[in-house]
C-alpha cells in the first residue's frame, strides 16, 4: 500500500511526486481519437499550424488525467474509496509533443466524513509543470479517503 490514509494528511502538505512523463505525439492522437474530440488543433499539423501556436498541442484533459495519475502513488494507491469531482481546472501554458511533465499536490482541506465512519474528505490542489517549470495545469479534486484500519 503506498498511498496515504485520511489520518495521514495535514492540510498545507505538499508532496512532489517521484514519477515524471514525456509526453509523446502516439499519446496525443490516441487519447483524442479514443474521446472522439475531432478537434484539429490535437490532430491536424497543417490546421495547428496556422494558429498562435504554429504546432498541435496536446489535449489538455489528457495533461489533466496524467497529472492527477502522477500523483496516484504517493497520495491514493489502495486507500482512496472514490473520486468525488473537481472544482476548478485552469491550464495556463499548452503542453506539446516531447514536453516532460512532472507534478506536486498540495493538501488544501480535510474532513471527516459525516456519513461514512472511519473515512474522510481530502481536498487536493494538483500542479503540472513542464520541463520548463511552467505551470501547465492547476486542478482542485476532492477524494473520499479510507481512514487508517486497525491493522495498519
Do not use: C, Y
Amino acid at each position: 500500500m503506498a498511498g496515504m490514509w485520511f489520518e495521514d494528511f495535514e492540510i498545507g502538505q505538499v508532496v512532489a511526486h517521484a514519477i515524471t512523463r514525456t509526453v509523446t505525439e502516439a499519446d496525443n492522437v490516441l487519447f483524442t481519437t479514443l474521446t472522439m474530440n475531432p478537434q484539429p488543433l490535437h490532430l491536424d499539423q497543417q490546421f495547428a499550424a496556422k494558429t498562435e501556436f504554429g504546432e498541435r498541442l496536446v489535449n489538455s484533459l489528457f495533461t489533466l488525467g496524467l497529472v492527477v495519475g502522477l500523483s496516484v502513488h504517493e497520495l491514493t494507491l489502495g486507500t482512496t474509496v472514490a473520486n468525488l469531482g473537481f472544482g476548478s481546472i485552469a491550464f495556463p501554458t499548452p503542453v506539446r509533443h516531447g514536453d516532460t511533465i512532472r507534478a506536486e499536490s498540495e493538501v488544501l482541506s480535510l474532513r471527516p466524513s459525516a456519513s461514512r465512519p472511519g473515512q474522510g474528505i481530502v481536498e487536493f490542489e494538483h500542479r503540472g509543470f513542464n520541463q520548463h517549470d511552467e505551470v501547465v495545469v492547476v486542478a482542485r479534486r476532492s477524494a473520499l479517503m479510507h481512514g487508517r484500519p486497525a491493522s495498519a
